[in-house]
T-cell receptor, first 116, second 113 residues
Framework: GAVVSQHPSWVICKSGTSVKIECRSL??????MFWYRQFPKQSLMLMAT?????????EQGVEKDKFLINHASLTLSTLTVTSAHPEDSSFYIC????????????FGQGTRLTVV | GESVGLHLPTLSVQEGDNSIINCAYSNSASDYFIWYKQESGKGPQFIIDIRSNMDKRQGQRVTVLLNKTVKHLSLQIAATQPGDSAVYFCAENPSNQGGKLIFGQGTELSVKP
């Protein structure tokens, strides 16, 4: 149980375009999902907390207008990178938690974004 | 603030030896800690966790030690195998923020056959 799936696994897009990444909890309902970004040889950095039915909470320094997060259902959160630039190329990882009282989070397999 | 990673420190061990990976965490209010293993191009994989009311927890070939006084975690891997080669991260869960994890710097473990 507790499977989180991300789609796509990798994507290449042209500079200036937008790309959407999906994060789904397959066998549980996730009231909260989290989006992380990871550059090569670095740690995971939390970008934002995605709350079902309400606005996402962004970490300091993360542009909310550039990284649009939607959590329309208890099993799906999407991250849209708008007007992507080469410096947005990174590994994006989501995690999901069944409830606020549940400390552990379950991770997706990640999405490799390359902007050319 | 969030943990910002520098280039990963590395640990190289011989197959069969024990490995010890260390981590310093930042928030004294954190009450739950997890060690993750991450292989290249994949998401983090849960290894073992520990709550702040414990100082040691053992799993299969792995042990986590927690020292709250100095905000330090360690992961011990017994009889390290080539399949253990990966990057290992500790993560802390700030109190009452379910699922939110702040990751440490990470250590790249390389196991020589």
């Amino acid at each position: 149980g507790a499977v989180v799936s991300q789609h796509p696994s990798w994507v290449i897009c042209k500079s200036g375009t937008s790309v959407k990444i999906e994060c789904r909890s397959l066998d549980f309902q996730a009231t909260t999902m989290f989006w992380y970004r990871q550059f090569p040889k670095q740690s995971l950095m939390l970008m934002a907390t995605s709350n079902e039915g309400s606005k996402a909470t962004y970490e300091q320094g993360v542009e909310k207008d550039k990284f649009l997060i939607n959590h329309a259902s208890l099993t799906l959160s999407t991250l849209t990178v708008t007007s992507a630039h080469p410096e947005d190329s990174s590994f994006y990882i989501c995690s999901a938690s069944p409830s606020r009282a549940w400390a552990e989070a379950f991770f997706g397999q990640g999405t490799r974004l390359t902007v050319v | 603030g969030e943990s910002v990673g520098l280039h990963l420190p590395t640990l190289s061990v011989q197959e069969g030896d024990n490995s010890i990976i260390n981590c310093a965490y930042s928030n004294s209010a954190s009450d739950y800690f997890i060690w993750y293993k991450q292989e290249s191009g994949k998401g983090p994989q849960f290894i073992i966790d520990i709550r702040s009311n414990m100082d040691k927890r053992q799993g299969q070939r792995v042990t986590v030690l927690l020292n709250k006084t100095v905000k330090h975690l360690s992961l011990q891997i017994a009889a390290t195998q080539p399949g253990d080669s990966a990057v290992y991260f500790c993560a802390e869960n700030p109190s009452n923020q379910g699922g939110k994890l702040i990751f440490g710097q990470g250590t790249e473990l390389s196991v020589k056959p």
